[in-house]
């Protein structure tokens, strides 16, 4: 699986950014994907996870994007999308799009269970 992020940038505080991730799969298709974000001095933290068999009830989001943040899947473009609506200067970090193979629903937006990463792309949120 190759993953390629698009998006993110500098963006206002109460602004939108829309977050793209290309999945490219050569052997078995991931049934989890996920994003995540690193600030700096801080470990990568889990914010959306998405259970690609079940779209429709397997989603998960942290404490600290709840209803502002939205994962959503188009298939037919094998692309993953994060919706970041209202962000805060919190919000500010790098942000990595993730596979992988194991079951989802068991800690989804875990770390340690990611396969593979995509690369990280820049968001920054002024005050």
């Known amino acids: 699986v190759q993953l390629v992020v698009s998006g993110g940038g500098a963006v206002q505080a109460g602004g939108s950014l829309r977050l793209s991730c290309v999945v490219s799969t050569f052997v078995a298709s991931p049934n989890c994907m996920s994003w995540f974000r690193q600030s700096p001095g801080q470990e990568r933290e889990g914010i959306v996870a998405?259970?690609?068999?079940?779209?429709?009830?397997?989603?998960w989001y942290a404490d600290s994007v709840k209803g502002r943040f939205a994962i959503t899947q188009d298939n037919a473009a094998n692309t993953v999308y994060l919706e970041m609506n209202n962000l805060k200067p919190e919000d500010t970090a790098m942000y990595y799009c993730a596979a992988r193979f194991g079951y989802c629903r068991q800690y989804p937006l875990a770390a340690r269970a990611v396969d593979v990463w995509g690369q990280g792309t820049q968001v920054t949120v002024s005050s």
């Open positions: 998405i259970d690609a068999e079940d779209a429709g009830s397997g989603k």
